[in-house]
């Protein structure tokens, strides 16, 4: 009977494989689909279960999070030298910096290592990528590689060091035998705006004085129009390319703190903070997964992206000031 009804096809995959055939699963856009369905009817529930309204905290400032209260005031004069959470971001990023480059170049072995490994890796991407593919002048590519590979690994640890939770939220104390400690709070140093501005007027101001240095005021700020542009339109060029100079200030800087802000805030409201603003405790069962989905999303290439991104742009900036064409 069973041969009768099996099908030329069916007999042929028997044949081949010595069984019925494999059953072809979901697909992964399938699986996503039902996951994103489970996880949005599991929010229409809890909204019917639950009701949409609470008790609005007005108490809670997630904005405060970002505050930086001094905790060693130390004034000089009109600058204020106090020493504060971000102080202390840019300390450890400045020492991890220091520490990996001298611990690696110390250990450097004929037979590398998973480390060694990785931070040959890294200077290749640097030196490579990033300075010589950029810089015409091999002479002023070596002389900027270490300035360049300092930015970006500087960077890059003060994103990474953000996102390990620090006892540095001072407005919520804990209490430890009598103590009142400091709670454990997210904070990168490259959130705030201060800290990508001094780095890109660094950039800014270097990359004109390379300019300068190689072609003279004149010869450079002639550069700034291509040869083939004459009579009139070299004015406007001008004035454009003078623009594009000063808006430079403002990309550089604003790119890396804007990316670092908004993932910290994302990961704040997700993770608990519009539970508490909007008073419904439950919405923290559907925001929690959302806040490790962008958690792991900042850390795993936001993160190193952005320290990329300020480093590449910084040796294309310089390359560009020194090329021989525009």
Same mark, same amino acid.
Request: with cysteine.
């Given at each position: 009977?069973?041969? /009768?009804?099996?099908?030329?096809?069916?007999?042929?995959?028997?044949?081949?494989?010595?069984?019925?055939?494999?059953?072809?699963?979901?697909?992964?856009?399938?699986?996503?689909?039902?996951?994103?369905?489970?996880?949005?009817?599991?929010?229409?529930?809890?909204?019917?279960?639950?009701?949409?309204?609470?008790?609005?905290?007005?108490?809670?400032?997630?904005?405060?999070?970002?505050?930086?209260?001094? *905790?060693?005031?130390?004034?000089?004069?009109?600058?204020?030298?106090?020493?504060?959470?971000?102080? !202390?971001?840019? &300390?450890?990023?400045?020492? #991890?910096?220091?520490? #990996?480059?001298?611990?690696? #170049?110390?250990?450097?072995?004929?037979?590398?290592?998973?480390?060694?490994? =990785?931070?040959?890796?890294?200077?290749?991407?640097?030196?490579?990528?990033?300075?010589?593919?950029?810089?015409?002048?091999?002479?002023?590519?070596?002389? *900027?590689? #270490?300035?360049?590979?300092?930015?970006?690994?500087?960077? +890059?640890?003060?994103?990474?060091?953000?996102?390990?939770? !620090?006892?540095?939220?001072?407005?919520?104390?804990?209490?430890?035998?009598?103590? &009142?400690?400091?709670?454990?709070?997210?904070?990168? &140093?490259? /959130?705030?705006?201060?800290?990508?501005?001094?780095?890109?007027?660094?950039? +800014?101001?270097?990359?004109?004085?390379?300019?300068?240095?190689?072609?003279?005021?004149?010869?450079? !700020?002639?550069? +700034?129009?291509?040869?083939?542009?004459?009579?009139?339109?070299?004015?406007?060029?001008?004035?454009?390319?003078?623009?594009?100079?000063?808006?430079?200030?403002?990309?550089?800087?604003?790119?890396?703190?804007?990316?670092?802000? =908004?993932?910290?805030?994302?990961?704040?409201?997700?993770?608990?903070?519009?539970?508490? !603003?909007?008073?419904?405790?439950?919405?923290?069962?559907?925001?929690?997964?959302? &806040?490790?989905?962008?958690?792991?999303?900042?850390?795993?290439?936001? /993160?190193?992206?952005?320290?990329?991104?300020?480093?590449?742009?910084?040796?294309?900036?310089?390359?560009?000031?020194?090329?021989?064409?525009?």
């Amino acid at each position: 009977m069973e041969a /009768a009804t099996t099908t030329p096809d069916l007999q042929a995959d028997r044949a081949v494989t010595g069984g019925p055939p494999e059953k072809k699963g979901l697909g992964p856009l399938a699986k996503l689909g039902i996951a994103l369905g489970i996880y949005f009817g599991l929010m229409v529930l809890l909204v019917v279960v639950f009701g949409a309204s609470g008790t609005e905290n007005e108490e809670f400032k997630p904005q405060n999070e970002f505050k930086l209260e001094p *905790w060693i005031s130390l004034e000089i004069g009109p600058i204020d030298m106090s020493i504060n959470k971000a102080v !202390l971001y840019l &300390a450890l990023a400045a020492t #991890a910096t220091c520490f #990996a480059m001298t611990y690696v #170049a110390n250990r450097m072995a004929t037979k590398p290592n998973r480390v060694q490994t =990785a931070v040959e890796a890294a200077y290749d991407l640097t030196s490579g990528t990033m300075v010589r593919e950029n810089i015409e002048d091999r002479r002023l590519a070596g002389r *900027w590689f #270490a300035f360049i590979a300092t930015v970006f690994f500087f960077i +890059w640890f003060s994103n990474i060091i953000g996102f390990i939770p !620090l006892p540095v939220n001072s407005e919520e104390t804990v209490d430890v035998f009598g103590l &009142a400690l400091p709670s454990f709070a997210l904070y990168a &140093a490259t /959130a705030n705006l201060s800290i990508p501005l001094v780095l890109t007027l660094i950039v +800014w101001f270097s990359y004109h004085v390379e300019g300068v240095r190689k072609k003279g005021v004149v010869g450079y !700020l002639k550069s +700034w129009v291509p040869e083939e542009i004459t009579g009139f339109m070299v004015v406007p060029i001008f004035m454009i390319e003078a623009l594009s100079h000063f808006v430079r200030l403002i990309s550089l800087s604003a790119r890396l703190f804007a990316n670092m802000l =908004a993932g910290h805030l994302l990961i704040l409201f997700m993770g608990g903070g519009l539970a508490v !603003l909007l008073g419904l405790a439950y919405i923290g069962v559907v925001t929690l997964p959302i &806040a490790v989905a962008f958690y792991i999303f900042e850390i795993g290439l936001i /993160a190193s992206l952005q320290a990329f991104i300020f480093a590449i742009l910084s040796a294309i900036y310089i390359g560009g000031a020194t090329a021989e064409s525009h």
